[in-house]
């Protein structure tokens, strides 16, 4: 059986405090709150949907609350870094708008010639990146109009993931 996939259809994560997380993600980079629910398996947790302007596949990052879980350490099997795309030429206004919000990040850096990256952790220790590419330019629909961040920088949604595994053979469907 063949399975094609065109892209990420969301990401999952753990937050201890989901006030912090909401803060931070509607905050400081201006996704929109979708939805609150509990965990389908553990219905004492929530469950946080972050996305763009209609909750598209492609720009959703839900988030479990664990209270009290020890912060996550970098290893194999598992997503180490989650990308957000932004307009080409928006690095300088995430960098003017991380240090105003005090969040330390990297960069820039010059990734495969035609990608700028700031490279940042949210509150839980998660590690995120900012991706401005032109590639942005065809996704604009996916912009929260309506969200604090200028829709001429605003996030696009996922640019990539960055997966830490032992080889490329656990990828293969």
Request: charged content about 20%; proline content about 6%.
């Given at each position: 059986?063949?399975?094609?996939?065109?892209?990420?259809?969301?990401?999952?994560?753990?937050?201890?405090?989901?006030q912090?997380?909401i803060?931070?993600?509607?905050g400081?980079?201006?996704l929109?709150?979708?939805?609150?629910?509990?965990?389908?398996?553990?219905?004492?947790?929530?469950?946080?949907?972050?996305?763009?302007?209609?909750?598209?596949?492609?720009?959703?990052?839900?988030f479990?609350?664990?209270?009290?879980i020890?912060?996550?350490?970098?290893?194999?099997?598992?997503?180490?870094?989650?990308?957000?795309?932004?307009p080409?030429?928006?690095?300088?206004?995430?960098?003017?708008?991380?240090m105003k919000?005090?969040?330390?990040?990297?960069g820039?850096?010059?990734?495969f010639?035609d990608?700028?990256?700031l490279?940042?952790?949210?509150?839980?220790?998660l590690?995120?990146?900012?991706?401005?590419?032109?590639s942005?330019d065809?996704?604009?629909?996916?912009?929260w109009k309506?969200?604090?961040?200028?829709?001429?920088?605003?996030?696009?949604?996922?640019?990539?993931?960055?997966l830490?595994?032992?080889?490329?053979?656990?990828?293969?469907?």
């Amino acid at each position: 059986m063949s399975r094609d996939v065109f892209g990420i259809h969301h990401v999952t994560a753990i937050t201890s405090d989901p006030q912090r997380n909401i803060d931070f993600y509607t905050g400081t980079l201006g996704l929109r709150f979708v939805k609150l629910t509990v965990n389908q398996d553990d219905p004492t947790s929530y469950h946080l949907y972050y996305g763009d302007e209609l909750g598209r596949p492609g720009t959703i990052l839900t988030f479990f609350h664990w209270p009290n879980i020890p912060r996550g350490h970098r290893g194999t099997s598992q997503v180490v870094a989650t990308a957000f795309l932004v307009p080409e030429g928006s690095i300088n206004y995430w960098m003017n708008r991380l240090m105003k919000n005090q969040i330390e990040f990297h960069g820039p850096s010059t990734r495969f010639d035609d990608e700028q990256v700031l490279s940042l952790h949210d509150p839980d220790g998660l590690e995120l990146e900012i991706v401005a590419h032109r590639s942005a330019d065809d996704r604009s629909s996916n912009i929260w109009k309506e969200g604090p961040i200028p829709t001429q920088h605003a996030v696009q949604g996922f640019y990539s993931v960055t997966l830490s595994e032992e080889g490329y053979e656990r990828t293969l469907f």
